[in-house]
Nanobody, 123 residues
Framework: VQLVESGGGLVQAGGSLRLSCAAS????????MAWFRQAPGKEREYLAA????????YYADSVKGRFTISRDNAKNMVYLQMNSLEPEDTAVYYC?????????????????WGQGTQVTVSP
């Protein structure tokens, strides 16, 4: 499956952005979909994940209550709605997919990645 993120940009603190991930080559209903981010000099962070039907989700503590992952299997799309953004959210955000046989709380096993989209939050 090929993944392409979009929707990143520059936003002021307190603002919102919605990231999109367009999948092709395979139907995403067979995959757990997730969002990661990586800031300069920091390790990649597992942010959010959703099972094929969205019934089970995971959120990192750093984004819980502010970010929401959703998916539209019919459109082969995954989204990350980001509210109340903070300068600390500045990073490159990546969409990822893995076969749906692990708990969403598990951050490993993601075989497919997008190229990333930059999100910059100004003070």
């Amino acid at each position: 499956v090929q993944l392409v993120e979009s929707g990143g940009g520059l936003v002021q603190a307190g603002g919102s952005l919605r990231l999109s991930c367009a999948a092709s080559g395979s139907a995403i209903r067979a995959y757990t979909m997730a969002w990661f981010r990586q800031a300069p000099g920091k390790e990649r962070e597992y942010l959010a994940a959703a099972t094929w039907n969205g019934d089970s989700t995971y959120y990192a503590d750093s984004v819980k209550g502010r970010f929401t992952i959703s998916r539209d299997n019919a459109k082969n799309m995954v989204y990350l709605q980001m509210n109340s953004l903070e300068p600390e959210d500045t990073a490159v955000y990546y969409c990822a997919a893995r076969p749906a046989h692990l708990s969403v709380a598990v951050s490993t096993g993601y075989d497919y990645w997008g190229q990333g989209t930059q999100v910059t939050v100004s003070p």
